[in-house]
């Protein structure tokens, strides 16, 4: 079964459903068209996902849409919270014959308490993911389907549900990339209808180039980071397979056209792996990589994963290479992990419950 006929195959939920839809939907139950907008609106602006909490609408109504039309598809199946509040959410969507996908969600929460600022969520794409790099969870249990535009959406009504949202990393489960329509589908709505603009939505790919080419063209709605973890075409085949054979010069030129394209700087993502990636040798290489270009590399230490031989860099050695970076003229910033205690490796909450 394709991801599109296992979506249309789920029963309706009010985000599955299109305003038209939702509209016609409300009418069928004995409400007004502009009940339905106030439903989403209650849903999308406020992370309301209980009809009994719509008090601007008829009570009749409320109850007969709590009894016909669930407002989300998927179930909590897990939380892990962490001592600093990062909370990530293991979320069970239907799959088909009973069984249920699952994928992660993660609201993190602002760094200082006195910051005015809401939560940064980061959002899966796909159940599972096909890349299979090695030193992450995500891709362990393979790719099961694409998510479906308003099973993305559900991840930021839950997060809002969780506290107010200002910013948004696809950075979850899963390559953006490869399901491009639902993802650039369910942005409209958290752009459009939840406030999120452009520059607060970031999508992760490992960046497939010619995707990365349709992808600048389409006057996409947020901005990009490229996962490069390594200046060297060797080591990056055996970090990323699903890029083996992809040159990085032509992932790199790839992103040189979005930048031409978008005028939107680009974030390179390097997870940094003691004593495999992080040596003087690599700093040269990649600054040698992005010499001259408008970029920002985002060194990110490794977050340890069950089973897996590759270790956390020594925090000297991260200092010492985004330095290395700085003093080549390329910019680079580090990106310690939150919720560290909490299953923070992408993916490894999910992995564990399987």
Known sequence: MSAGEESKSAPDTLLSLDKAGLAE????LGGKPFHGRIAREQVLKHGVTDYAAMTSLPATLREALAAELPILSSREVDRSVARDATTKLLLGFPRGGGV????ETVHIPPSSPKSTKGATLCVSSQVGCPV???FC???RLGLVRNLAAHEILEQYVRGRALGDLSRSVVMGIGEPLLNFENLTTALDAVHDEMGLGTRRITVSTVGFPDRLRRAAESRPRFQLAISLHTPFDDQR?????????TPIADVI????????????EVTYEYVLLGGDNDSVDHARALADRLWGKRC???L???NPVEGDTYRRPHAEDVDSFRQFLDDAGTVATIRWSRGLEGDAACGQLRVRHA
């Open 237 to 245: 085949d055996e970090l990323v397979p699903a890029m083996k054979g």
């Open 25 to 28: 939907h409300v009418v069928a």
């Open 132 to 134: 299979a790099c090695p």
């Open 137 to 139: 969870a995500s891709g």
């Open 300 to 302: 990110i230490p490794y």
């Open 253 to 264: 030129a790839a992103a040189d056209h979005w930048f031409d394209v978008t005028g939107r």
């Open 100 to 103: 249920e996908a699952t994928i």
């Open 296 to 298: 920002t590399v985002n």
